[in-house]
């Protein structure tokens, strides 16, 4: 955990992009009945081979269906980031993630004045479904080598709803 | 000097203005990793010399460029002890000022809010978040507290 956080509880994932000339969704958390998620982001922690990361996205996933619903847009490009880049749910789902790319000092700031992370509510699937946020993109590398931590901080709607690393 | 506030982490430093007619910029805090940048603001502290200070501003400069955090338009002439100076709202907006020459509210058009960002370091490099101000003062002498609150987004991510 990266920090005490009274108003919310922090949760992270290490997740390995291996794709070879597709696309891929992993696993980053998985979600029991309701939370307010507060903050979602990731940092690229390696980046062997990392040419090309694109399409990429949140979303929700429903094991049973299946279904999905994007958490951001899906077509965030991380092509080329070095290790230490930022990734940030900072606007709706319509929106693409923010991305701070650490070749040079970087700055991300809200549309309007105020509150930079972009809060949603997601409930998992009746009847018991494994619900899971998800890390999607896709790649030209034959595979692609890298991992990212992904990172959430969220509050409980009801009672025993969570969200727990899957 | 730093606090642990209910959510995130409270830094300060205190800053001296010394040039003379002409502009400078101070390292307020060093940057490692990726932080979000809650809140961020200062207070006049100590004012020897101080009529004529304008082009204020807070940017992040890594060595090489310079991004704004705030416009380059903040105007702090004259301005007494107890002043204080705040960024709420987007980086081409100026800071806030409130100006204890009387009792003041921080509000606008929309109601007053504390606007967040993302800072990274660059890679490798020493990354400052730094105040900058211009002067016709020969010289100006003032002494600002800056403080900024914020939480890391990374392991070994800090404001120092």
Known sequence: ?166 | MQSTESNGTTVHKDITFTVAIGNQWLNCFTITGSVLVQRLWGIVSAVTTFTNCTSACFDLNDGAATIQLTAASGVLSGMPVGTIFAKAGLAAAAFVVLDNTAGDVGESTVPLEWSESIVTQKSGQPTYLRMGISTTDNPVAVVMRISCQWVPLTPGSKVT
């Open chain 1, 1 to 166: 955990m990266l920090t005490a956080n009274p108003g919310g509880i922090q949760i992270s994932k290490t997740i390995t992009l291996a794709a070879s000339g597709g696309s891929e969704s992993l696993n980053c958390f998985t979600l029991t009945g309701s939370v307010w998620v507060r903050q979602l982001w990731g940092v690229i922690q390696d980046a062997t081979s990392f040419a090309t990361c694109t399409a990429a996205s949140f979303i929700l996933y429903e094991a049973t269906g299946p279904s999905t619903n994007q958490l951001t847009k899906n077509d965030g490009v991380l092509s080329a980031m070095a290790v230490g880049t930022v990734f940030a749910k900072v606007g709706l789902a319509g929106v693409t993630f923010g991305v701070l790319n650490n070749a040079a000092g970087a700055v991300l700031e809200p549309g309007a004045a105020g509150q930079i992370f972009s809060e949603f509510m997601v409930t998992q699937r009746t009847g018991a479904v494994v619900t899971t946020i998800q890390f999607q993109y896709t790649t030209a590398a034959t595979p692609i080598i890298g991992t990212a931590q992904i990172y959430a901080t969220y509050t409980p709607l009801t009672a025993g709803s969570k969200l727990i690393p899957a």
